[in-house]
């Protein structure tokens, strides 16, 4: 693929620079739109672009343009002349210019608006004052919606005439002579229709909508549930004011899958492709968690300090606490993961709480046992071979019990990891389990509050376990 980048950009290049328009023409006939703009992703000469868009079709350029990084397309706004501008704006939808202007400078939005029509400034203008991630903020205006009182033969007709300025041509939605919205009809549906037919006798009348304050997330979940490809906006007195089609959706999931993604592993949203994110920006949006979650640390280091006579007593206690506060944070990780997921794609209802623990409670003791089991027999195999050295501990536990073996020294501790182990996995499970739900219901994102919560939960609870089963039981099996 890397190769035939190359090739391609190559072939792109000696065409500007040799002035052969036919060539460049034939390119964009021939290559997706994404194709080309991710080969140029590295070019800043706005030369390039210029002579590009002076000689490609105007079918090509509104799609090309979008496909562009923001410095590309800031640099052709720049560059471009008051008409330039305009017939490129005239090929672009609302939406997509709503996108490149969102990260643009105050100058550049201004001098796009300035240059865009009357009718579709108005329409950019809507758009940009709607709250960002809402429906509002990634639908579109450019849509097909007929009166439904027409006859099939008279849609026809009107969808040859307007749908290329549409968004999608694939749903059609009918309305009132009041703007009303009042059904859906697919394109497919429309074609095998008699043409006597009237709109209102053949439409959908089992359609959804959504407003324009719902959450993009919501949304993308009624595109699944419902398998749709396009969505109605409506205001409360459900007139249609602008539509979400399955390309702003597939846009939406990458977004908030990205967003899930590096919220549960302590990162800051990540607006930009790596490659093209500066050092000091990636330190900026990861230092702070890391420094956070130090802090975090305090209430295990304050346990830790508690205990800190019985563990300068026996220290061969202190070989086995990476591995208990690992499992807790592992046991965590993976029910938090699980839970988050769900609730993201809606999978439970409000009375699902109760049956979401009660089944996480047996499959977290199933897999405590497992671990208890196998970790017994595991530190047995590694205290007698000398992976772990309890030598020591044997001198220190034979000064106050004589008459103890090493194998019952070594079956003891391997005891009382284990069962501090079973209980990790069963509470970590649990607490990971219930936080993200926790989150839900004060209106924090779970995928943010669950990884560092659940962690510092989960080590503090492993850790008064493990010490206060040593000290209340373990340490009299021993003579301590």
Known sequence: MEVEKEVLYERIISAVKNRKASEIKEIFETIPNIDIAETLDEVDDAAVFLYIFRNVSSEYTGSFFTELNSNQQEM???????????????????DDIVDTLEEMPANVVNKVLKACPASLRKDVNSLLNYKENTAGSVMTTEYLDLKEDLTVEEALKLIRQRGKDAETIYTVFVRDNERTLKGTINLDDLIFSNDNELLKDIMDLDFVTCKANDDQEEVANMFKRYGLTALAVVN????????????????????????????????????????????????????????????????????????????????????FTPVIMDAGGNAGGQTTTMIVRSISLQEFGKGDFKRVVWKELRVAVVIGLMVFVFSFLWLLFEMSVGIVDVSDALVTIRNSNPNISSVMVKVIVAFLVSTTLFITMVVSRLIACALPFVAKKIKIDPAVMCGPVTTTIVDIITLLAYFLLWIGVFSKLLGL
Not at 76 to 94: E, G, H, V
Request: overall charge negative; charged content about 20%; proline content about 4%.
């Open 76 to 94: 052709i706004i720049n560059a471009f002349t008051d008409k330039q501008l305009l017939d490129l704006l005239r090929n672009s939808f609302a």
């Open 236 to 319: 409360n007195e459900n007139k249609i004011i602008g539509i979400i089609t399955i390309d702003d959706v597939v846009d939406i999931i990458v977004e908030e899958a990205s967003e899930d993604i590096a919220r549960l592993h302590q990162i800051s949203d990540m607006d930009e492709p790596y490659l093209k994110t500066p050092v000091l920006k990636i330190v900026l949006k990861c230092a702070p968690w890391i420094l956070a979650l130090i802090v975090l640390q305090v209430f295990s280091t304050w346990i830790l300090s508690g205990f800190q006579p019985v563990i300068a007593r026996l220290a061969l206690l202190s070989v």
